[in-house]
């Protein structure tokens, strides 16, 4: 065979398996995740949830997807709760899939807002109660994604709490539950939260599922005395109903989100700037537009609230 004849037919062998690479990869890009609820294990497989989803949604359009298989009241599987994480901010949007007696998708309800039997069948036990687990703490530092620049931006945080003689507790993704974190926010001495994750207006993720508003209402009732201040990288939830439970019912010193879809890289940078200085002992309102300025891109809408203290701590 001549050296042109081999040249051209490793070219084309070298481009199929760029090809095959290239659609594993595009593939691979979007992550399909089966959660747990209240109520067990899915009865559905992963790879029935999977072709579901792939045939109602464009994938591709976001970085991660987690599914709830929702339990009607006969305790079998009555629809889909859908997790769409996009790509590129703190953002989580939520679409249902109903499901018929062969478990196959009816309709599907795009921007779907959590109901009561949504949130009841949420990981932990109902009526779930949460207690401290640890009534020393005094700083939560928490990222439930598998994301690094998320991971560090949080570690970093707990370090400088940690400087400050803070006693803090790092839930970290397998650690970044639902339980634990209201657990955790329960402790009587907590002085300082930091949320590195996804949100909407209704509610936060957990690594296992999410926390509502209306958790924050029933658990958290004025929990945190405006002793508490709370930076959150969460998109739109500083909008209701979110702002209201954490400055309202919960009682917020301070309470810092995104109005809109905070940007990832930048707005970490700005959160973590800012829950640094108010931990420095900075008057936090001046401190928090501050960091905004120097990290945030111009695109993130900011909230920043508090009928508390100042200075943090206080």
């Given at each position: 065979?001549?050296?042109?004849?081999?040249?051209?037919?490793?070219?084309?062998?070298?481009?199929?398996?760029?090809?095959?690479?290239?659609?594993?990869?595009?593939?691979?890009?979007?992550?399909?995740?089966?959660?747990?609820?209240?109520?067990?294990?899915?009865?559905?497989?992963?790879?029935?949830?999977?072709?579901?989803?792939?045939?109602?949604?464009?994938?591709?359009?976001?970085?991660?997807?987690?599914?709830?298989?929702?339990?009607?009241?006969?305790?079998?599987?009555?629809?889909?709760?859908?997790?769409?994480?996009?790509?590129?901010?703190?953002?989580?949007?939520?679409?249902?899939?109903?499901?018929?007696?062969?478990?196959?998708?009816?309709?599907?309800?795009?921007?779907?807002?959590?109901?009561?039997?949504?949130?009841?069948?949420?990981?932990?036990?109902?009526?779930?109660?949460?207690?401290?687990p640890d009534t020393s703490t005094e700083f939560i530092a928490f990222?439930?994604?598998?994301?690094?620049?998320?991971?560090?931006?949080?570690?970093?945080?707990?370090?400088?709490?940690?400087?400050?003689?803070?006693?803090?507790?790092?839930?970290?993704?397998?650690?970044?539950?639902?339980?634990?974190?209201?657990?955790?926010?329960?402790?009587?001495?907590?002085?300082?939260?930091f949320y590195d994750g996804d949100a909407n207006t209704q509610l936060?993720?957990?690594?296992?599922?999410?926390?509502?508003?209306?958790?924050?209402?029933?658990?958290?009732?004025?929990?945190?005395?405006?002793?508490?201040?709370?930076?959150?990288?969460?998109?739109?939830?500083?909008?209701?109903?979110?702002?209201?439970?954490?400055?309202?019912?919960?009682?917020s010193q301070k309470y810092a989100a995104g109005i809109n879809d905070?940007?990832?890289?930048?707005?970490?940078?700005?959160?973590?700037?800012?829950?640094?200085?108010?931990?420095?002992?900075?008057?936090?309102?001046?401190?928090?537009?501050?960091?905004?300025?120097?990290?945030?891109?111009?695109?993130?809408?900011?909230?920043?609230?508090?009928?508390?203290?100042?200075?943090?701590?206080?």
């Amino acid at each position: 065979m001549c050296i042109a004849m081999r040249r051209v037919i490793f070219s084309v062998l070298l481009l199929v398996v760029i090809g095959v690479n290239a659609v594993g990869t595009a593939y691979a890009e979007t992550l399909v995740k089966l959660l747990d609820t209240a109520e067990g294990k899915s009865r559905i497989s992963l790879d029935k949830i999977t072709a579901i989803v792939n045939h109602a949604f464009k994938i591709n359009q976001f970085r991660e997807i987690r599914v709830q298989v929702i339990n009607d009241n006969r305790h079998q599987p009555g629809h889909l709760l859908v997790f769409l994480f996009r790509k590129g901010v703190h953002g989580v949007e939520v679409a249902r899939v109903d499901l018929d007696s062969g478990f196959n998708a009816s309709s599907v309800r795009k921007n779907y807002l959590l109901d009561a039997e949504d949130f009841a069948q949420q990981p932990g036990l109902m009526p779930y109660k949460a207690e401290c687990p640890d009534t020393s703490t005094e700083f939560i530092a928490f990222a439930p994604n598998n994301d690094s620049l998320e991971q560090s931006i949080t570690i970093d945080v707990a370090r400088a709490a940690e400087a400050h003689s803070l006693r803090t507790v790092r839930l970290l993704q397998q650690s970044a539950t639902r339980t634990n974190y209201l657990n955790y926010m329960k402790c009587p001495r907590l002085k300082g939260n930091f949320y590195d994750g996804d949100a909407n207006t209704q509610l936060i993720t957990t690594v296992d599922g999410v926390i509502s508003y209306a958790d924050i209402n029933s658990l958290l009732y004025q929990q945190f005395n405006y002793k508490v201040t709370n930076i959150w990288l969460a998109c739109r939830a500083f909008n209701d109903p979110m702002r209201s439970s954490l400055l309202v019912s919960a009682q917020s010193q301070k309470y810092a989100a995104g109005i809109n879809d905070l940007k990832v890289g930048p707005s970490d940078r700005a959160a973590n700037c800012a829950m640094k200085e108010a931990i420095s002992g900075k008057p936090m309102a001046s401190s928090f537009q501050d960091c905004i300025k120097r990290y945030s891109s111009r695109d993130d809408r900011w909230g920043f609230a508090g009928n508390g203290a100042d200075i943090f701590g206080v």
